[in-house]
């Protein structure tokens, strides 16, 4: 049994009775907006790129310009105007039906918070590779490495950041190796291991890394955390949601992927009398 | 860098033609095949559903496919009445009201406390993870969990402990009002081995300053229910919604200064480099 109990210790909630206390900064009237022990307006206006602010406000850290500017670039890698994207149809939708831009954008980007993809699976790819990490500096092999996460799922290789469904390769990663080489961003030792990785799961299952993998690993080599990389891009997504809102709000109402009522496929009960109370 | 090729190939997955659904059915009408001219629910006519049953039949008929008994009924109305307002002071109401008094557009109301009300302390995504951990546990001594969990976990150095999902303390005490709401749905004819169970669990926290939380009573009587765990989460933020509604309302036609701005006295920055 535990020892460590408190009841009714209320002292912590009464500590925060009608005062806000802040580890991030504010806004002192007439003084300055105080952001991590910096002035907003006389040290990031104009000197800091906004992902810089951004970045700093989800990590409590500044990164360097040239990452900031290879992390924007990344969110242009996630910014389709294609409705058939889980999260962008829904932007879609909310056009069809009139919703604010404000309304449909959110709510595609809460969609993000999805096992299956976008921002969310970025916690368990940065976890992944490290990880695998771990493992190989523990004397494992690559093929170690794959045949314990293989072994976690009936021995198919389901490792996050690695294949995805609709199309195999992915298009993103060269795109943003070709910017990280222009940023002068060095290849770490994690973003070594995905391609090792890669190229194992390549000749053994025909499958290799994907946007989440390279994300994944090179965040890990520049020491950010899974919370950290999935805080950071909480809006990943919501330009592309945006772009395909803004294409269905300028048509008529509910002419987005029309549906007649023969268009959904009923397989449930036939009609049948309601009993009597 | 990359040794191998990324060139993209599409795989040949095959997706539905169409939506399934054994929920709805819509007949059109024969004018206009978008227009629907009877609605059925799980095979129940709409109207006529609205002129002879009750909305928490129809609820439990969405989700269960089949209407409730009245025991069942009567177990899940008690219920929304216990959840209906999360009250003035929880964050999602809070979030709610901010929402009112900041004259953000009414249609956004909801959606914003709903977001709030879905957190993992005292919310919405408590609720799946509560009703595994009882259905997972109901057949065994709720002593012996309790024991268990007590000897292996450890509470949070501060702030409350929730020792399994759905139970703990509040506030660093035994909440009494899902206490009180346990003993009255526990006095219904339609409470289920769930929530007795779990009751038992809570019996078996109180020496550790822990109970029932409202996350708890939700998901005991929704596995009684039969529920899909999945469902719980947007039920539990379906019942509040109109306690949340009203809360933000309430303060929507107030002006901004009806609501407090902490002074700068009481705005504390704690940043250390």
Redesign the interface.
């Known amino acids: 049994m535990s020892s460590n109990i408190k009841s009714n210790d209320t002292s912590i909630w009464d500590h925060n009775r009608g005062v806000i206390r802040s580890n991030i900064g504010g806004w002192i009237i007439g003084e300055a907006v105080y952001n991590h022990g910096y002035s907003m307006m006389d040290d990031f206006v104009g000197k800091l790129s906004y992902m810089q602010v951004i970045m700093l406000n989800a990590t409590g850290r500044i990164p360097s310009r040239k990452f900031a500017d290879w992390v924007e670039a990344t969110h242009i890698c996630m910014s389709w105007p294609d409705p058939r994207i889980w999260c962008n149809q829904i932007g879609a939708l909310g056009g069809s039906n009139r919703t604010s831009v404000l309304a449909a954008t959110t709510a595609g980007l809460l969609a993000n918070d999805s096992r299956q993809y976008g921002t969310k699976p970025l916690i368990a790819g940065v976890n992944f590779i490290k990880l695998a990490m771990e493992q190989y500096e523990s004397g494992s092999t690559v093929e170690d490495v794959i045949d314990n996460e293989c072994a976690k799922h009936a021995g198919k290789p389901y490792l996050m950041g690695y294949a995805r469904p609709i199309a195999k390769g992915d298009a993103r990663i060269p795109a943003m190796e070709r910017v990280q080489e222009e940023l002068d961003i060095e290849v770490g030792v994690h973003q070594k291991l995905g391609y090792d990785i890669s190229e194992r799961l390549e000749q053994k299952f025909g499958e290799n890394m994907n946007f989440n993998g390279y994300l994944s690993a090179v965040f890990s080599d520049h020491s950010y955390t899974a919370e950290e990389v999935y805080r950071l891009y909480t809006v990943l997504v919501f330009s592309g949601v945006t772009a395909c809102y803004v294409d269905t709000i300028q048509k008529p109402a509910e002419t987005f992927l029309s549906l007649r009522c023969d268009d959904i496929d009923y397989q449930g009960k036939l009609p049948r009398p309601l009993p009597e109370d | ?11 040949d ?1 095959q997706f ?1 033609e ?11 009408s024969p004018e206009n ?4 001219q009877e609605a ?1 629910c ?4 709409l109207i ?2 609205m002129q ?2 009750s909305f928490v039949d129809v609820l439990y008929l969405l989700h269960r ?1 089949e ?1 409730p008994s009245k025991n069942e009924a009567e177990l899940l109305e008690k219920l929304m009445i216990a959840l209906i307002n999360p009250g003035p002071r929880h964050p999602a109401t809070r979030a709610a009201m901010n929402a009112g008094v900041g004259k953000t ?1 009414t ?2 109301i909801l ?1 914003i406390a709903l ?1 709030i009300y879905g957190g993992e302390h005292i919310g919405a995504a408590v609720i799946e993870p509560a009703m595994r951990f009882i259905r997972k546990n109901r057949r065994k001594a709720a002593q012996e969990v309790a ?1 268990a969990l ?2 292996s ?3 949070a150095e ?2 409350d402990w929730h020792i399994a999902p759905g139970f703990g ?1 509040r ?4 909440d009494p009002m899902p206490a009180q709401f346990a003993q009255k749905l526990l006095s219904l004819a339609g409470a289920g081995d769930a929530l007795r169970w779990g009751d038992e669990f809570a019996q078996a926290l109180a020496p ?2 822990m109970g029932w939380l409202n996350t708890g009573i939700a998901a005991a009587v929704f596995t009684d229910l039969g529920f899909s765990p999945r469902a719980g989460a947007g039920l539990f933020q379906t019942f509040a919604a109109p306690g949340l509604l009203a809360h933000a309302v309430e303060l929507s036609g107030k002006p901004i200064t009806a609501m ?1 701005f ?1 002074k ?1 006295e ?6 250390q ?1």
């Open positions: 860098m990359l040794g191998h090729s990324n060139k993209e190939e599409k795989r997955e539905s169409k939506v399934a659904t054994k929920i709805w059915r819509e007949t059109p095949s978008y227009l629907t059925h799980h095979g129940y006519d006529a559903l002879k049953r496919g209407l557009d249609q956004h959606p977001s024991d007590l000897s976990a450890k509470p501060e702030g303390s506030y660093n005490g035994i550790n300053g407090p902490p700068d009481d705005y504390v920055i704690e940043y480099k």
